[in-house]
């Protein structure tokens, strides 16, 4: 079956402490991104990458970090996570030249 | 960042009726698009408009890509329940850059 699998699901975490939340899609697409969601703001895009080792910014990429050392995974690394990166996060990918994102089930976040 | 304005934020109707949302920006997008988003889940894309004055229909759903390229319609005609949810527009601006309006709730009265 063809998706975007996110893990965790959940996480409660302290400020602080290093986490990623890891993103893997099986539909061989070049173009990853990462989004977070807060209420009344919609999606935000953090960061996205159009190939292997091919990453840039988003709208609201301070406080994260990302890699694209296999074309299927496309981690978002919070090294240090504050209180206000609690949030809900999805991952994406879609194949380049087509608009349609594949969206993850989203990690909900909780930085205390 | 860019703004997409999405209204309404919410809304309540009877089953059956019509519904109309629409989003404005200060930006002129490349492409709209629409999605929708049920509890628990990421949203899925119901509608993408490549051209100014473009109307694209998906079964009961109608979106319109607005003339100056800065704003999208979407209407969904005669709801059922399972139209409960929140809908997005989007704008794609280059390569893989989009901005998402904030969302309008919708809910359906049986």
């Known amino acids: 079956e063809a998706q975007v699998t996110q893990n965790p699901r959940y996480l409660i975490t302290v400020t602080g402490k290093k986490l990623t939340v890891t993103c893997s899609q099986n539909?061989?697409?070049?173009?990853m991104s990462w989004y977070r969601q807060d209420p009344g703001l919609g999606l935000r895009q953090i960061y996205y990458?159009?190939?292997?080792?091919?990453?840039d910014k988003g709208d609201v990429p301070e406080g994260y970090k990302v890699s694209r050392k296999e074309k299927r995974n496309f981690p978002l690394i919070l090294e240090s996570p504050s209180p206000n990166q609690t949030s809900l996060y999805f991952c994406?990918?879609?194949?380049?030249?087509?608009?349609?994102?594949?969206f993850g089930p989203g990690t909900r976040l909780l930085v205390l | 960042g860019q703004q997409l304005n999405q209204s309404p934020q919410s809304m309540f109707i009877q089953e059956g009726e019509d519904v109309s949302m629409n989003c404005t920006s200060s930006?002129?997008?490349?492409?709209w698009l629409w999605y929708k988003q049920d509890p628990g889940e990421g949203p899925v894309l119901l509608i993408a408009l490549y051209k100014a004055g473009e109307l694209t229909s998906n079964g009961r759903l109608t979106a319109q890509f607005g003339i100056t390229r800065k704003d999208s319609f979407l209407n969904i005609s005669a709801s059922i329940p399972s139209d409960v949810g929140i809908y997005f527009c989007?704008?794609?601006?280059?390569?893989?850059?989009?901005?998402f309006g904030t969302g309008t709730s919708l809910t359906v009265i049986p």
């Open positions: 994406a990918s879609r194949l380049a030249g087509r608009e349609t994102q594949y």
């Open positions: 539909m061989n697409h070049e173009y």
């Open positions: 930006s002129i997008f490349n492409t």
């Open positions: 990458s159009m190939n292997v080792e091919v990453t």
């Open positions: 989007a704008g794609q601006l280059r390569g893989n850059q989009f901005y």
